[in-house]
């Protein structure tokens, strides 16, 4: 229905980790690149210290919050995000998605368009409404189709390059 604010507003003072989630849903839907990327980066914390991998669902946030502020033209927040989490996207197939994206200057090329075309293809209320129902279990929500949840679990890299 494309009312966002009225959305952000419903949702304003829900803490926990599905609400920050649904809140970058809605920034990114409402195209204030920026703010969504933030919501990314305050979702996943300290996580670019830890030691283990990436799992996908995490290196595609990772690529749609870097573009998010690369599109939200915030030079700061994209330094600071790639600086962040540089190790650990070096450490898995999105590596070099991660490198175009978060290039100071990347943001005009081809390789940076394919990659946030296939970035903003991965539908992330799914994967909120699968936690959602995970948590919930009780409600009788209808369950993702297992083609859906496929289709999320290929890594962006190789979305890209098809």
């Known amino acids: ?39 990314i980066e305050l979702l996943y914390g300290a996580r670019w210290q830890e030691w283990a991998p990436l799992a996908d669902t995490e290196r595609s946030d ?33 590596s070099r998605a991660f490198e175009v994206v978060t290039t100071p200057a990347g943001s005009g090329g081809a390789e940076f368009r394919d990659v946030a075309k296939a970035v903003a293809s991965v539908d992330t209320l799914d994967g909120f409404l699968r936690a959602m129902r995970t948590r919930f279990p009780d409600t009788g929500a209808a369950s993702v189709t297992g083609k859906q949840s496929q289709a999320k679990a290929v890594p962006v890299a190789r979305q890209a390059s098809r």
């Open 1 to 39: 229905m494309k009312r966002h604010d009225v959305a952000l507003e419903v949702i304003a003072n829900i803490p926990g980790k599905e609400a920050i989630r649904l809140r970058a849903d809605i920034l990114w839907a409402a195209q204030r690149w920026s703010q969504a990327a933030e919501q």
């Open 62 to 94: 990772m690529l749609r919050a870097a573009i998010g502020f690369a599109i939200g033209e915030d030079s700061i927040g994209l330094t600071r995000f790639r600086e962040k989490y540089v190790g650990k996207m070096s450490e898995g197939p999105d």
